[in-house]
């Protein structure tokens, strides 16, 4: 399990290191609700591809456990914390692209996508909720991956 606590850790080692990264997926949707719904097993983190060694180096303790490359990779750390990381290109108006597979197709994240919200009272960057449901579309949604949606649904008061 990837608790608060090692999501506040991560977060506040990559922002000394000057890196600019958003959440996605469970923590990110926890983000933006403002609790904890759920345990998480992993944490997604967005990060910009050109602050990849940064990323790399701000994340010592971490191995690659997993390449899957230029859509995402997964570091692992030998206490079980697991860390799911997609790199994304940045446009100069703010919006960014993120390698959806090995031929060429997209993600696109508008330069609005990228909002804050909250862990345990601490202000971290996350993605938006119509990003956020954008993010949990295109595989075979997983239990956990359905009631982060739910739970987005039922914040804002709307029906799937």
């Keep these: 399990m990837l608790t608060a606590k090692t999501a506040l850790d991560v977060l506040a080692r990559l922002r000394s290191a000057g890196c600019r990264v958003w959440l996605a997926g469970g923590w990110g949707v926890d983000a933006l609700l403002g609790r904890q719904t759920r345990d998480h097993s992993d944490l997604d ?3 910009r591809v050109d602050e990849e060694p940064t990323v790399l ?12 490359r230029p859509v995402r990779f997964v570091l ?13 290109h940045f446009a100069p108006d703010g919006s960014a692209t993120q390698a959806a597979d090995n031929t060429g197709g997209t993600f696109d994240y508008p330069a609005d996508c990228f909002v804050t919200g909250t862990i345990e009272g601490v202000t971290v960057p996350c993605l938006s909720v ?31």
């Design 76 to 88: 692992t750390r030998p206490d079980g914390a697991s860390l799911d990381l997609h790199p994304l």
């Design 130 to 160: 119509t990003q956020q449901l954008l993010f949990h579309q295109g595989y075979e949604p997983r239990a956990h991956d359905i009631a982060d949606v739910e739970a987005l649904h039922t914040a804002l008061g709307r029906s799937r």
């Design 57 to 68: 180096a701000a994340l010592a303790g971490f191995a690659e456990a997993e390449d899957l």
């Design 45 to 47: 983190l967005l990060h």
